[in-house]
């Protein structure tokens, strides 16, 4: 079994930065990538970042590109994204995911284990 626990959300102006943090623990953890999606009040779960555990490929939403940043420590089973530029779009409940089969998607569908989700808040 796999647990997350997401980290380093709250409440920060437009414009302010801030950096989400997932641990990880459980099982020997080798997945095939990790992600971070975001879910706002009464919209889906949506992709935000993707990222290969083992050699560190990355893949971002439209809407973040040139904002956010995903990068993992794998000597320390943790899984970051830094959050600049932020805007008040960017508000939402935000979680970490693990795969541990196949190749990088977008889909929630195809991730085996989720952290409880942190918030963020961005004010303008």
């Known amino acids: 079994q796999v647990q997350l626990v997401e980290s380093g959300g709250g409440l920060v102006q437009a414009g302010g930065s801030l950096r989400l943090s997932c641990a990880a623990s459980g099982r020997t953890f080798s997945p095939y990538f990790m992600g971070w999606f975001r879910q706002a009040p009464g919209k889906e779960r949506e992709f935000v970042s993707a990222?290969?555990?083992?050699?560190?490929?990355?893949w971002y939403a439209d809407s973040v590109k040139g904002r956010f940043t995903i990068s993992r420590d794998n000597t320390k089973n943790i899984m970051y994204l830094q959050m600049n530029s932020l805007k008040a779009e960017d508000t939402a409940v935000y979680y970490c995911?693990?795969?541990?089969?196949?190749?990088?998607?977008?889909?929630?569908?195809?991730?085996?284990?989720w952290g409880q989700g942190t918030q963020v808040t961005v004010s303008s």
């Open positions: 990222i290969t555990w083992s050699g560190g490929s990355t």
């Open positions: 995911a693990a795969a541990f089969s196949g190749g990088v998607t977008r889909r929630p569908s195809d991730y085996d284990y």
